[in-house]
């Protein structure tokens, strides 16, 4: 063949190429991803209240709803909020997992919640049971990804880091403060909010927003000087945290819940 006719025969073949439909190209080293979604829309199946002065199981006024398709935290059989802080458990413990949640703070705290506590929930994970709680207890010994809500003016990060009855460890320190910054931007109003956390067994937990990690530590563990947590670790042999309980805060100011998800990953 002579280069003209060559030439001829190269402009052809790309000038159908053009022509043609884009074809999809396979993606290789994507793993699907089967979320699981741990609230159904219409009950509490799966999980369990534990208020503060209150038995387990027991959803002193109706703290905990599901109205509209939400999961729901609502105080108005309150007279005054009188420190009952509760959480709702998930009846599954996890070790190796993403974990997300969509919220948004709505209406006001209710009375006599501490002015520490408007606009603010949590997630509690790797969390001991509701029924190894005392019946006073205010807070699981967990790790708490607290949320918070900005208060329409000034700085309020969200997927911070609390630590009730326990510590982590950041940047190869063991860190014993109760609770530790985001580097998360405000959120004012009561737009939804998608907050994701990675955990990986007692390897490291990652608090992320719009997939960019906000938050990273290592190693949660026990704090012995905690005495309910010393005997939490005397039981279990060990103050390191590998897997536990999944819970949602109820802290006195009202919060809605859309949606609730995990992936479980493999160890």
């Known amino acids: 063949m002579d280069r003209r006719r060559m030439l001829r025969s190269v402009a052809a073949l790309g000038t159908v190429a053009l022509a043609s439909p884009l074809v999809s190209l396979p993606v290789f080293g994507r793993q699907e991803e089967n979320w699981r ?4 829309g219409r009950s509490l199946e799966g999980w369990t209240p534990k208020i503060r002065h209150h038995a387990a199981g027991e959803n002193f006024g109706n703290t905990f709803r599901v109205e509209d398709g939400l999961l729901k935290v609502r105080y108005d059989a309150y007279d005054t909020f009188d420190e009952r802080f509760g959480h709702l458990f998930l009846n599954e413990t996890f070790s190796h997992y993403r974990f997300r949640v969509t919220y948004r703070f709505v209406g006001d705290q209710c009375p006599g919640g501490p002015g520490w506590a408007t606009r603010n929930s949590g997630v509690m994970v790797h969390g001991e049971s509701p029924e190894t709680m005392t019946l006073d207890q205010d807070f699981p010994a967990s790790i708490e990804v607290q949320l918070l809500g900005g208060l329409g003016s000034g700085e309020r990060t969200t997927a911070n880091l609390c630590t009730p009855g326990t510590n982590v460890v950041m940047d190869g320190e063991l860190v014993t403060r109760h ?6 931007k405000t959120y004012h109003g009561d737009d939804w909010v998608t907050v994701e ?3 990986r067994g007692n390897e490291v937990i990652r608090h992320k927003i719009d997939d960019q990690v906000v938050l990273e530590y290592r190693e949660p563990q ?4 905690d005495g309910h947590a010393k005997s939490l670790a005397e039981k279990a042999g060990t103050i390191q945290l590998s897997s536990g309980t999944i819970s949602l805060q109820s802290e006195s100011h009202p ?3 859309r949606s609730v998800e995990i992936l479980v990953l493999e160890p």
Not at 37 to 40: G, M, N
Request: proline content about 0%.
């Open 179 to 184: 609770c530790t910054s985001s580097k998360s």
């Open 37 to 40: 979604s741990l609230f159904d």
């Open 255 to 257: 919060v809605d819940f």
């Open 197 to 199: 956390i990675e955990v």
């Open 222 to 225: 026990l704090d012995e000087r």
